[in-house]
């Protein structure tokens, strides 16, 4: 594209360049490779087995082995392999890179109509596309993107319900997205935006604690109804197998309970240090960019600009307050949440991402405006 015409999209159309950027990043490339990992083909044939076998609930896969997780993903995979009758690479990953789509779209309507700069939000968005973590799981075969993205957006929604409504009435788009988020992997994805947003509302210091319990007590009742419809159905076809493994899967690795009927492997034990390489790892080129800018900055002329940015911009910062400790309880949260867990992944790690570009994006424009020297060297 000529320099213009990009020029007119990021004034006029940044929603539309973004998806521009998201789509041609991913989707050329996602059919062009075998499975690259043994998870790939493990979440595939779940889709192979319900278009197979015609069931949707709870589909027999390796040797009549059941499906054990939540099918949202597994239902998108089978749903766009339906027409040529056969799962493939590009329909199996295809859930994925739309959600990385959608998600990134999301970041920056949501970001973009709350900061003072405009270009916060897109940078936040560009961090996203171009960071290794995000990027590899939106080309693979695998829930993680389709559950990050249905947890970003129901933390969206929920901090709308208290910025907006405080906490009047319920949103339906709240229990929805979670609602998908847990038929993505389970009770996670209802249990941990409840346990960042009760942060949030505890931080606060608005509502007393009766309010609060009341509020999460609406989400969680009003997210679990369309979960609880396939796992009554998926528990009347698995029997105590399906509710054995099901525990051992969402409540044995989180509290490091030994379940003796399930033999598969739980996951690889790691220490919180393992959190913190992963993310950074995860967000490289960006971590490295960050890391060398440390050698570049003095610290008693980063606190005085800091100080004169915060009287430039007293009231347009008051505003938000919010924002910013709604930002750092979700990346804090996420990071302490995982740190509970026998087994890690960096994958787990990925709600945290578009909160901590926001933080990355707002660092950027400062090396950019105040040492730009840094920014050329690197």
């Known amino acids: 594209m000529r320099t213009p015409t990009?020029?007119?999209?990021?004034?006029?159309?940044?929603?539309?360049?973004?998806?521009?950027?998201?789509?041609?990043?991913v989707l050329p490339w996602i059919g062009l490779g075998d499975f690259a990992t043994k998870g790939e083909p493990r979440e595939a044939a779940v889709a192979v087995s319900m278009l197979e076998q015609g069931n949707w609930v709870l589909p027999h896969v390796?040797?009549?082995?059941?499906?054990?997780?939540?099918?949202?993903?597994?239902?998108?995979?089978?749903?766009?392999?339906?027409?040529?009758?056969?799962?493939t690479e590009l329909t199996s990953r295809l859930p994925s890179a739309l959600a990385f789509t959608v998600l990134v779209s999301a970041v920056l309507i949501f970001f973009g109509r709350r900061v003072t700069r405009f270009q916060e939000a897109f940078m936040a968005a560009l961090i996203l596309v171009t960071s290794i973590e995000i990027h590899r799981a939106a080309m693979t075969t695998r829930v993680d993107m389709?559950?990050?993205?249905?947890?970003?957006?129901?933390?969206?929604?929920?901090?709308?319900?208290?910025?907006?409504?405080?906490?009047?009435?319920?949103?339906?788009a709240i229990p929805f997205l979670l609602g998908c988020a847990t038929l993505t992997k389970g009770p996670v994805g209802l249990v941990l935006p409840l346990f960042l947003f009760g942060i949030y509302l505890w931080l606060l210091q608005r509502y007393n604690t009766q309010t609060i319990f009341k509020a999460l007590l609406y989400v969680a009742v009003s997210s679990t109804f369309m979960p609880l419809l396939w796992y009554i159905a998926a528990w009347r076809q698995g029997g105590e197998d399906f509710l054995y493994v099901v525990l051992a899967e969402?409540?044995?690795?989180?509290?490091?309970i030994d379940l003796p009927s399930v033999t598969y492997e739980l996951g690889h034990e790691k220490g919180f240090g393992y959190n913190l390489l992963t993310l950074l790892s995860g967000f490289i080129p960006w971590s490295v960019l960050l890391l060398f800018s440390l050698f570049g900055l003095s610290i008693r002329p980063l606190f005085q600009t800091i100080q004169q940015y915060f009287r430039n911009h007293g009231a347009q910062l008051r505003q938000m307050d919010k924002l910013q400790l709604f930002s750092l309880v979700v990346s804090c949260g996420v990071l302490l949440f995982f740190?509970?867990?026998?087994?890690?992944?960096?994958?787990?790690l990925m709600p945290a991402y578009p909160f901590i570009s926001l933080f990355i994006a707002r660092y950027l424009l400062y090396l950019v405006e105040y040492r730009t020297q840094v920014i050329r060297f690197f």
């Not at 999209?9 to 990043?25: D, F, G, N």
């Open 6 to 25: 990009l020029q007119y999209l990021y004034m006029q159309k940044p929603v539309t360049l973004i998806v521009v950027i998201c789509l041609l990043t």
């Open 62 to 87: 390796y040797a009549d082995e059941f499906a054990y997780k939540p099918p949202m993903a597994h239902w998108l995979m089978a749903l766009f392999s339906y027409p040529q009758g056969e799962v």
């Open 250 to 256: 969402n409540f044995g690795r989180f509290f490091h």
């Open 339 to 348: 740190a509970i867990p026998s087994s890690k992944r960096s994958v787990y």
């Open 146 to 172: 389709l559950l990050t993205t249905f947890l970003t957006l129901g933390l969206f929604q929920l901090y709308r319900w208290e910025d907006e409504w405080e906490l009047k009435g319920l949103p339906i």
